[in-house]
């Protein structure tokens, strides 16, 4: 098993072995973002495969390709002749997700989540998405519309809010405030907003 980490690539081939893949960009090698010829068991993590002709390009089983930005490619994924890849909790570079069922998907770019990372001190991918997405609530939307519409707080606070704390915080203050009935402001320890 080989893990590459935050290297900048513009592709990788993949033959007759398994791998494991995370944080790595694949851009614009014309051909192949990802190129697997005879080799099942890989997983792909955190990647941003964007502008070739084929994002993915498979002949084998059991691949598994996720929580990565699969954008301006040609074709997404193709996967010849048989075999399932697991493509699930992707951006595909639309809130729409793809025009094939690989669902759910993501409704933003996994790819931002580097800066949310280093913004609020987390090492660990998963963290990130979960702090930003956890129970289908993206930070960049909902998040501060519950709070607008829900506490009356003006816009550029909720964002504000966010932004500070951080998503897995304030989601968890408006948890804990809806189901005590308290103040979410005061759980997170700002009375005067």
Not at 73 to 101: C, F, H, Q, Y
Request: hydrophobic fraction near 30%.
């Amino acid at each position: 098993m080989t893990l590459y980490r935050y290297i900048d690539l513009n592709d990788i081939y993949v033959s007759a072995s398994a791998s494991t893949e995370s944080g790595e960009t694949y851009t614009e090698s014309n051909s192949y973002g990802i190129y697997l010829d005879n080799s099942g068991g890989n997983t792909f993590e955190f990647l941003d495969i964007r502008n070739n002709d084929l994002g993915v390009w498979t002949n084998s089983a059991n691949n598994v390709v996720r929580y990565s930005k699969i954008s301006n490619n040609s074709a997404g994924i193709k996967n010849e002749p048989t075999g399932l890849v697991n493509a699930v909790l992707n951006w595909w570079g639309s809130t729409d997700g793809p025009s094939v069922g690989y669902r759910p998907f993501l409704p933003e770019d996994p790819c931002t989540f580097n800066e949310y990372m280093e913004k609020h001190k987390l090492e660990n991918p998963r963290e990130a998405m979960v702090n930003r997405m956890s129970e289908g609530e993206t930070c960049s939307t909902n998040l501060p519309k519950r709070m607008i519409v829900n506490y009356h707080l003006k816009p550029r606070k909720a964002e504000k809010l966010v932004n500070e704390y951080g998503c897995y915080d304030v989601r968890q203050a408006l948890k804990e405030a809806e189901d005590n009935l308290g103040d979410f402001k005061e759980i997170l320890g700002i009375p005067h907003l």
